[in-house]
């Protein structure tokens, strides 16, 4: 059904209303209601993403365009924010308020189409605004759709590079910062978000992994061996839900890499779920163009180009990743990344 058409069934909703005497759908001889937000002023609302907002995302105020933030290079992360905002208008023909002109289109059709992978991400957010769906555009991609009233706001926390030294914020802290950025927004466009009914985050499971562990000083010896004469990147802070750890090729060999990351996920009041299902949503939404390897970790997934080869193991809440990038033949660099990824999952046995 098209939206003029889920307008008109809301119109006749309205008329059943009236003739049991209820109040009108719409007041005002322009069919606005008080409280509304109108488009120029819902234009405006990005500007209210506050400074503490994009902390949580370590990206410096400075570094934003128009609804738009990314972390530079200075700050350790290779993360974005992407804000948009819409303020719906009504429909005086069909006798619908602009509140239930975004009802109707909640959530919009380009969310309903999404892939497979994103669409089984895809969930509700009981207690959020008068309607909220959350859902994954990747491993490390974070998006929230949050209507109050007749302003829908689309919220998206992501990752600008995947395979630079920065280390990506933990999956908690970019939930935390999409409910922020949509607070903001809000309260800018003078409609504050009604969370009052958003259940606190759930405990994790007895078998989840809490914290990931360091990786640098566990694949010294195998880092020595695959990538000789050089030296892993820093490794990110002691706690982190997020663990990398990278080396660089140099002299002969400038273009091999090896990279790998471990990311413990957590539940959250967003999702409402244990980490185990989130880690599950991560590894299907990597699984184009790769095959399954057996023997591994709970599941994994194995992708060999010419001269690179990606792995992905989860293991219960924890997601590993194994990237290296080296010449030879493809079934000994296979076996080196599963040997590499063998050696992360120990450490959680």
Request: aromatic share 4%; hydrophobic share 40%.
């Amino acid at each position: 059904m098209g939206r003029r058409g889920l307008r008109r069934g809301v119109a006749a909703l309205c008329a059943g209303a009236a003739l049991l005497g209820a109040a009108g759908c719409s007041s005002g001889p322009d069919g606005w209601r008080e409280g509304d937000v109108r488009p120029e002023t819902a234009e405006e609302a990005c500007s209210g993403v506050s400074a503490d907002t994009l902390a949580l995302l370590r990206i410096a105020p400075a570094r934003g365009e128009v609804c738009h933030w990314a972390s530079d290079r200075a700050s350790g992360t290779g993360q974005t924010l992407t804000v948009g905002v819409r303020a719906y208008t009504p429909d005086r023909e069909d006798d619908v308020t602009a509140a239930q002109a975004a009802a109707s289109d909640f959530p919009p059709d380009d969310v309903r189409r999404l892939g497979a992978g994103a669409a089984e991400s895809l969930r509700k957010v009981p207690g959020l605004g008068d309607g909220a769906v959350t859902y994954r555009g990747g491993p490390t991609t974070h998006k929230l759709l949050v209507r109050q009233r007749n302003v829908v706001v689309r919220v998206e926390a992501g990752t600008a590079n995947r395979f630079d030294d920065a280390a990506t914020v933990p999956p908690a802290a970019a939930d935390a910062a999409v409910l922020a950025a949509a607070r903001d927004v809000l309260d800018a466009a003078g409609v504050p978000l009604d969370d009052g009914g958003l259940p606190e985050p759930p405990e994790p499971a007895a078998g989840d992994v809490r914290q990931a562990k360091p990786l640098c000083e566990a694949l010294r010896a195998q880092g020595a061996r695959l990538m000789p004469g050089t030296e892993p990147s820093a490794e990110s802070p002691a706690g982190d839900q997020i663990r990398r750890c990278h080396w660089r090729g140099d002299g002969d060999d400038p273009g091999s890499r090896l990279f790998v990351e471990a990311a413990a996920f957590a539940p959250s009041a967003l999702r409402g779920r244990g980490g185990e299902a989130e880690a599950v949503y991560a590894l299907d939404q990597v699984a184009f163009g790769s095959e399954p390897l057996d023997g591994l970790g709970g599941k994994a997934l194995v992708h060999t180009e010419t001269d690179d080869t990606n792995l992905y193991v989860r293991k219960g809440n924890l997601l590993v990743r194994v990237w290296y990038v080296s010449p030879g033949p493809a079934p000994d660099r296979r076996a080196a990344a599963e040997s590499v990824a063998r050696t992360v999952l120990a450490q959680y046995e």
